[in-house]
Nanobody
Framework: QVQLVESGGGVVQAGGSLRLSCAAS????????MAWFRQAPGKEREFVAA????????YYADSVKGRFAISGDNAKTTVFLQMNSLQPEDTAVYYC?????????????????WGQGTQVTVSS
């Protein structure tokens, strides 16, 4: 079992920054890929970024490239999402996800472990 807990959400003005954290516990050795998804009201849950622990490769949705950065700690139990140049369209609940497979995925069903989410609100 893998448990994920997100933190760091809040309210920020457009152009500002936030850093999200996701702490993993339990059988973390089976958590080979971690990712961030987000879901705005009335919208589908969408992929934001992922990191593969095997080689620390990172992947980003086109909508956040150049603005967001995903990283992890040395223990490979915590993942971060540094969000810069935030815009109102970034407003959503951000979810941390874990995947047992070795490769990353961009669809929610490809991830087995999920946190409860943290709200990010960007005001205009």
């Amino acid at each position: 079992q893998v448990q994920l807990v997100e933190s760091g959400g809040g309210v920020v003005q457009a152009g500002g920054s936030l850093r999200l954290s996701c702490a993993a516990s339990g059988r973390t050795f089976s958590n080979n890929v971690m990712a961030w998804f987000r879901q705005a009201p009335g919208k589908e849950r969408e992929f934001v970024a992922a990191i593969t622990w095997r080689n620390n490769s990172t992947y980003y949705a086109d909508s956040v490239k150049g603005r967001f950065a995903i990283s992890g700690d040395n223990a490979k139990t915590t993942v971060f999402l540094q969000m810069n140049s935030l815009q109102p369209e970034d407003t959503a609940v951000y979810y941390c996800a874990g995947r047992n497979g070795m490769g990353y995925g961009v669809k929610p069903y490809q991830y087995e472990h999920w946190g409860q989410g943290t709200q990010v609100t960007v005001s205009s």
